[in-house]
């Protein structure tokens, strides 16, 4: 199936802790996206790559950063989580001026 | 910087009803417009893409406007069905680079 698939589904973990979440596209789109819905269900974006460059970064904390080996992966790594951390992560992509595909969201919880 | 903002945030009709789901936009520089559905716990599907030089996308009992001038976009839903009860997202991208910037959404429900 085409599509964009992230893992895991749903991240439970301590305070303090790093985790990361995997992003991968099989759609041969030029650009990826990292968004964050908070718990009033909003959706802004993080970040965004276009052949492996960061073009957007939306005054997100240092302690968030996107790894992209390759134009079909963008993964996401989280330092020293905090309460407020938590929240559904979405990624996506698109191509062009076309529409975007999001993955299933990955629910982060902090505790 | 874009805003977007969706009205109504809630509405609650019985089925078979047409109904209608306003979009608006502060900034008319856009490439496209995109609606979405997203069910509760679940991702974002998509729904219908307007590129900025169309006025207008169909797809089934679904159809969605938009007015980039004015800065409007409305998704008409006919005949609504118990099944369309959802989150509604309107989302536009703007030049560049940008991403999409979101509404805050339209959650339906759809009264059997």
């Known amino acids: 199936d085409t599509a964009v698939s992230q893992t895991p589904k749903y991240l439970v973990t301590q305070m303090g802790n790093d985790k990361s979440i995997k992003c991968e596209q099989n759609?041969?789109?030029?650009?990826m996206y990292w968004y964050k819905q908070d718990s009033k269900k909003f959706l802004k974006i993080m970040f965004s790559?276009?052949?492996?460059?960061?073009?957007i970064n939306e005054t997100v904390p240092n302690r968030f950063s996107p790894k992209s080996p390759d134009k079909a992966h963008l993964n996401l790594h989280i330092n020293s989580l905090e309460l407020g951390d938590s929240a559904v992560y979405f990624c996506?992509?698109?191509?062009?001026?076309?529409?975007?595909?999001f993955g299933s969201g990955t629910r982060l919880t902090v505790v | 910087k874009q805003e977007v903002t969706q009205i109504p945030a809630a509405l609650s009709v019985p089925e078979g009803e047409n109904l209608v789901l306003n979009c608006s936009f502060t900034?008319?520089?856009?490439?496209?417009l995109q609606w979405f559905r997203q069910d509760p716990g679940k991702g974002l599907t998509s729904l219908l893409l307007?590129?900025?030089?169309?006025r207008e996308q169909t797809s089934g009992r679904l159809n969605a406007s938009l007015d980039k001038s004015s800065g409007r976009s409305t998704l008409y839903i006919a005949a609504s069905q118990p099944g369309d009860s959802a989150t509604y997202l309107c989302?536009?991208?703007?030049?560049?680079?940008?991403?999409?910037?979101f509404g805050k959404g339209t959650h339906l429900i759809i009264q059997p």
């Open positions: 996506a992509s698109s191509q062009a001026n076309y529409g975007y595909t």
């Open positions: 759609l041969g789109h030029d650009t």
């Open positions: 790559y276009n052949n492996k460059e960061l073009i």
């Open positions: 900034d008319s520089a856009i490439y496209n």
């Open positions: 307007i590129q900025s030089s169309q």
């Open positions: 989302a536009v991208k703007g030049g560049g680079a940008d991403g999409l910037t």
